[in-house]
């Protein structure tokens, strides 16, 4: 042990008369240099050999140029001093490269204005094919190539005409959305612990919610009511509804169905347990728990439907989507929260 530490002192007065004849310049530059090795060690403890990258070599080049080769052979560095200068070499040309380098021509790039009218040819006008749009473009008075036009679409990402003309799903739903409805009960607790079961009804189209009452006895005669009631409200708002979208629930009595179907409306009964074929008004349901019931305390039916009826209103003038999901969401049985958005 004691001549362990012995050779340990003198080692280390040799490395302290090495260091007296160097200036902080030297002495600065090596630890910078060495604390770069060893991150770079650290990157790469898989016992390979050791790769510097090319912000590695810039980096060394940089802070060891100058440095004498005396110097540079009694740090300890991974590399030789004649690799150090060849890549400082390999820097410096790179500069000179890359300021040397002339400008890439070329025409300029297609005005802003431009590309949004052809892509709103392009999007009114599912049948055109570029060729057309060119055509009508000259018609306007903006000249621009046809190739022009054909490169505006694919970095759009619109596909050719034939492709774009033909129907998707999301189309087709869309299409149908102002003959659909959509109904179903959810149920909610008072705080004298009274269970109370709510009545809605939401237009697919337009996402307009109806909620037509809450019960805590939901018999036949009044669910009978409340169809009664949807249709005089249909028609005095002119609704174009065709077809209605229930689950199999026992709450609903053979007469609901046959009042619907003298007002021209069909019922359409989703399978057993796929809410998924009633996801509009699924969908309406969560926000109704999450964003009221979950954050309310019901004291009564009266007080129920009073909050539902503010929860309406605001939902309807403020939150009401503008827009359809897509049919992928509608399949997959929900719509996109993005769609809830600030009127």
Known sequence: MLWKLAYLGVTNAFAMRRLLPMTDRDKDTEILALRHQIAVLQRQLNGQRVRFATSDRAFLAAIL?????DVLRRMRLLMRPDTILRWHRDLVAHRHAARSRPRRGGRP?????????????????????????????????????????????KDAGIPPAPERASSTWANFLRSQGTALLACDFFKTV???????????VIEQASRRIRILGATAHP??????QTAKNLVMDLEDTCSRARFLIRDR?????????????????EVVL??????????????????????????????NHRHLLHALREFEHFYNERLRPWKWC???????GFAPASGMVPA
Do not use: Q
């Not at 008072?190 to 809605?200: E, K, N, P, W």
């Not at 629930?249 to 409306?265: R, S």
């Not at 989703?270 to 004291?299: F, H, K, Q, Y």
């Open 65 to 69: 140029h100058g440095t004498p080769k």
């Open 109 to 153: 790039r297609t005005v802003r204005s431009i590309r949004a009218l052809v892509l709103r040819l392009a999007r009114e006008n599912p049948t055109w094919g570029y060729r057309r749009l060119h055509g009508e473009l000259l018609v306007l008075g903006v000249k621009v190539a046809a190739s022009t036009v054909w490169e505006v679409l």
């Open 190 to 200: 008072t705080l004298s612990g009274a269970r109370l079961h709510v009545f809605a």
């Open 219 to 224: 018999t036949a005669p009044w669910v009978t």
């Open 249 to 265: 629930d026992g709450k609903f009595p053979a007469l609901f169905d046959t009042i619907l179907a003298d007002a021209g409306i």
């Open 270 to 299: 989703s399978g057993v347990r796929v809410p998924r074929m009633n996801a509009i008004m699924e969908r309406w349901v969560d926000p109704c728990r999450r964003e009221l019931l979950d954050r309310t305390l019901i004291w």
């Open 326 to 332: 897509s049919g992928l969401d509608l399949i997959r």
